[in-house]
């Protein structure tokens, strides 16, 4: 439908840790399927360059950038060369996240403040650079991806993770207000349980859930969700697009939940 045609829109953290589809890289190939060019960033350099090679090979237009972006100067460089590929930024997809196990107990100050770079500090820093671009345009669409831990108790024990991630959501709506003005759209989504490669590689979780085998923690978490099974990458994706998009054009500061009914159980 080329829904976000004559767009740039910035992807970080558009690669996958692992094969198959994780958040970022499903949304980078939607955007570009969708018209977009995409400037897609990653702390991992080969994995920003696989999604930009499926993106061509699909005909799309795509530029990798490695960033670390929990660092002012790699997202101010990721700024500047977006700018300079593209000439201007649409779109900006804060996709950055990993989860630490542990308590407020158990979790190292260590631990706490690389989760809190990584998660939260990362969408700030971008936000920070990307927002004056888009002032001077005339507006744009911020999508910054949240989790339901950030609104719920998921049964895991990962405070970092769901503290960042609730911070997000007020700094999501506090900027969605302060920016309206200048016609920048700023939205959060909530994704739940998740089959993504990150999860599938958090030693962590598959702890949590299964004493390690990962198997049986897919089946955990299926047997949670109200709709019977986990969600995916794409669906993540499809909402970032909505967000993206001249359809959700009168939509801001919300946070839109993606987690197959999960959130409305007591248990």
Request: hydrophobic share 45%.
């Amino acid at each position: 439908m080329q829904r976000l045609k004559g767009k740039t829109a910035i992807v970080v953290g558009a690669g996958s840790i692992g094969p198959g589809w994780g958040n970022g890289k499903a949304t980078a190939v939607t955007f570009a399927r969708e018209g977009a060019q995409v400037f897609c960033v990653d702390r991992n350099g080969e994995a920003a360059e696989e999604t930009v090679r499926i993106i061509a090979s699909e005909g799309g237009n795509a530029t990798a950038f490695t960033s670390d972006a929990s660092r002012a100067g790699d997202v101010e460089a990721m700024v500047a060369a977006c700018m300079k590929a593209h000439g201007r930024i649409d779109v900006l997809d804060n996709n950055v996240g990993i989860a630490e196990m542990g308590s407020v107990v158990e979790v190292s100050e260590a631990d706490w403040d690389r989760v809190f770079a990584v998660n939260l500090k990362s969408a700030f820093l971008a936000m920070k650079h990307v927002i004056p671009v888009m002032a001077r345009q005339g507006g744009g669409s911020i999508i910054n991806i949240s989790s339901i831990a950030s609104i719920r108790h998921t049964g895991v024990s990962y405070v970092t993770y769901a503290a960042t991630k609730a911070a997000m959501n007020q700094m999501t709506r506090t900027t969605a207000v302060e920016f309206a003005p200048k016609h920048i759209r700023v939205n959060a989504i909530l994704p739940g349980l998740m089959k993504t490669p990150m999860v599938e590689h958090s030693a962590g979780l598959a702890a949590s859930y299964a004493a390690g085998n990962v198997e049986a923690m897919w089946r955990a978490r299926d047997a949670q969700v109200p709709m019977g099974h986990m969600g995916d990458a794409w669906d993540v994706a499809n909402a970032a697009l909505f967000l993206a998009s001249e359809e959700s054009k009168y939509i801001t500061g919300i946070e839109l939940v993606v987690d197959g009914g999960i959130t409305l159980k007591v248990s």
